[in-house]
């Protein structure tokens, strides 16, 4: 997939209030052709219908990219709502509540949220050497006395930090066949607490 299929939810607002706007001269125009010079080789009832067409794409964009932002959001919702009730427990017993303060998820797609024409499950994501391109997040475990690729996983959130856990999940259905895990070796990229402590539950 091409980045440049890439629409943001604010551009598709733009795109849609200037299509609304251009349908609306051609509808007054076709309304005042019998006054008014039509240009030659202008087909307006083709050049309306063109326009129509792509606000019913961009309007399809719209609920598509409106449809991941309510999955975003009851994704973050969970662990906003235990830390908003740790804080209230530690308020309950007079303890100040630790670090700042939360800003609660928004279900509303924000302004830079994307999604691809041609290919709408990928994302535009940063790329090594700079740069970014309209691509997935593929992964792989390999084992390290065999060299031999033992599973994968291709996702569509661009921080590997997310990897971790659902190639665990992968291997650990896995076991039977492979052994237990006995160590997990990864680059700094993929590090992280929540990560260290699920290597830690399952003996890593």
């Given at each position: ?76 919702k ?13 308020e309950?017993i ?70 971790v ?40």
């Amino acid at each position: 997939a091409s980045k440049h299929q890439a629409l943001s939810h604010g551009h598709i607002e733009q795109m849609e209030r200037q299509l609304k706007a251009e349908v609306q001269e051609l509808f007054t125009l076709a309304e005042q052709a019998d006054q008014t010079v039509i240009p030659d080789g202008v087909n307006l009832p083709e050049e309306i219908r063109r326009r129509e067409d792509r606000l019913a794409v961009m309007a399809a964009a719209k609920a598509k990219i409106t449809e991941r932002a309510r999955a975003r959001y009851e994704k973050e919702k969970i662990p906003y709502n235990e830390k908003m009730a740790r804080r209230a427990e530690r308020e309950a017993i007079g303890q100040k509540p630790r670090g700042k303060a939360l800003k609660a998820p928004d279900p509303a797609p924000q302004a830079q949220d994307q999604i691809n024409l041609t290919d709408e499950e990928s994302r535009i994501m940063p790329v090594s050497g700079g740069g970014f391109e309209q691509s997935y997040n593929a992964q792989a475990a390999v084992d390290d006395q065999t060299m031999l690729v033992v599973a994968t996983g291709v996702s569509q959130a661009p921080n590997d930090k997310e990897q971790v856990l659902p190639m665990l999940e992968t291997l650990q259905t896995q076991a039977a066949v492979l052994g237990p895990i006995e160590a997990l070796v990864a680059d700094t990229g993929y590090c992280s607490e929540k990560n260290v402590e699920a290597c830690e539950a399952l003996g890593i």
